[in-house]
Nanobody
Framework: QLQASGGGLVQAGGSLRLSCAAS????????MGWFRQAPGKEREFVTA?????????YADSSVKGRFTISRDNAKNTVYLQMNSLKPEDTAVHYC?????????????????????WGQGTQVTVSS
């Protein structure tokens, strides 16, 4: 089970830190990812992190440099630090877990690669 929290209303330029607490059958070895879905749009990949935290993946230049993913395996929690927020970042943000693949050259950017999903937390950025 995944429990996302930390969303809220913030002004443009502000920051938020999302948390995703994992429990139950979600393994500490899992790839952990963040996705977001704005109204009327498809769910899109934001970022992901390997079990060790040594490898991270980011969607593109729209979030890279502003968002940072990290994890604390002792707490079984993944974080998404979001800085310099823009109104276009407004969306429900979801955390998810995927099984890591050996010798995988992909970036875990497809929702289909994830087997467990949190309930989502709303992020609203006002202009």
């Amino acid at each position: 089970q995944l429990q996302a929290s930390g969303g809220g209303l913030v002004q443009a330029g502000g920051s938020l830190r999302l948390s995703c607490a994992a429990s139950g059958r979600t393994s500490r070895d899992s790839i952990m990812g963040w996705f977001r879905q704005a109204p009327g749009k498809e769910r899109e990949f934001v970022t992901a992190i390997s079990w060790s935290g040594s490898t991270t993946y980011y969607a593109d230049s729209s979030v890279k440099g502003r968002f940072t993913i990290s994890r604390d395996n002792a707490k079984n929690t993944v974080y998404l630090q979001m800085n310099s927020l823009k109104p276009e970042d407004t969306a429900v943000h979801y955390c998810a877990a995927a099984i890591p693949r050996a010798y995988y050259a992909g970036t875990y950017n497809s929702p289909n690669e994830y087997h467990d999903w949190g309930q989502g937390t709303q992020v609203t950025v006002s202009s």
